[in-house]
């Protein structure tokens, strides 16, 4: 069982937020702005985008770990790895205690790494034979156990994931989400206080990347601290 001290101030707990949008909206780049209280940071680089990060922190305050996807042949059978790669690392991260800030970018990509796994696990053909229910249900057990693992861990975590839009039967409106199959999309973001929507506002040199933090009704977003509806997309604002 976790203890929790509760004379500390909702200002001494690790930020643990999510962050969904679409591609080019900022979600990758706005890691640029990490404070200095929120490094060293380490980067799960799945999508392959920290090349937006380059030259912005000191040497080893953001450490980029990115998986290999394959071991290559194996018999016939390509191994994927990625999902065994990034327990490990976690794994280790824990132990170490040596960040202060654990980035997943993104979850979305990090969930196919684990269905692969699943898949390669459970069958004797190749991970690109369609999932089972069986698999599918295995590999969404196995993402909420390493999001309660990250939960746990004593630092910020930043959960990057794409969206998706998602439409009521009976109203038809269409609502974004994070890309997540299945009930994850609705499950995973009860996990965190903050759950951001990643968008742009204007265009060409007035082009701003910001965040909502409240509903509107066309996507889901929530904020436990005071801030308004939507704000510039800044980490400061998170550590203070």
């Known amino acids: 069982m976790q203890e ?9 707990q690790p930020v643990k937020v999510q962050i969904y949008g679409e591609t080019g909206t900022g979600k990758t780049f706005s890691l640029k702005t990490l404070p200095a209280v929120a490094l060293p940071a380490a980067l799960f680089d799945i999508d392959l985008g920290s090349s937006a990060l380059h030259e912005n922190f000191e040497p080893g305050k953001m450490r980029i770990f990115r998986p290999q996807r394959t071991s290559g042949d194996m018999g016939g059978r390509t191994e994927p790895l990625a999902y065994k790669e990034i327990a490990e690392e976690l794994n280790k991260l824990n132990k170490e205690g040596t960040v202060k800030t654990i980035v997943i970018d993104s979850m ?7 269905l692969d796994h699943v898949v390669y696990k459970g069958k004797t053909k190749n991970i690109e034979s369609a999932p089972t229910l069986q698999e599918y249900g295995i590999a ?3 993402t909420l156990k390493m999001i309660e693992a990250l939960i746990s861990m004593n630092v910020n975590v930043i959960l990057i994931c794409h969206e998706s839009a998602i439409e009521n039967e009976i109203s038809g409106i269409i609502k974004g989400v994070p890309a997540l199959t299945g009930k994850l999309g609705s499950i995973v973001p009860r996990y965190f206080d903050e759950i951001y929507h990643s968008k742009t506002e204007g265009s060409g040199t007035s082009l701003k990347y910001v965040w909502d933090t409240a509903p509107k009704g ?5 904020s436990r601290k005071e801030m308004p509806a ?11």
Request: net charge negative; aromatic share 12%; proline share 3%.
């Open 218 to 222: 066309l996507y889901i977003a929530r």
């Open 230 to 240: 939507t704000i510039p997309q800044d980490w400061g604002q998170l550590f203070t």
């Open 140 to 142: 969404m057990r196995l």
């Open 4 to 12: 929790i001290d509760a004379s500390e101030s909702a200002s001494d």
């Open 108 to 114: 979305t990509m990090l969930y196919s790494a684990i």
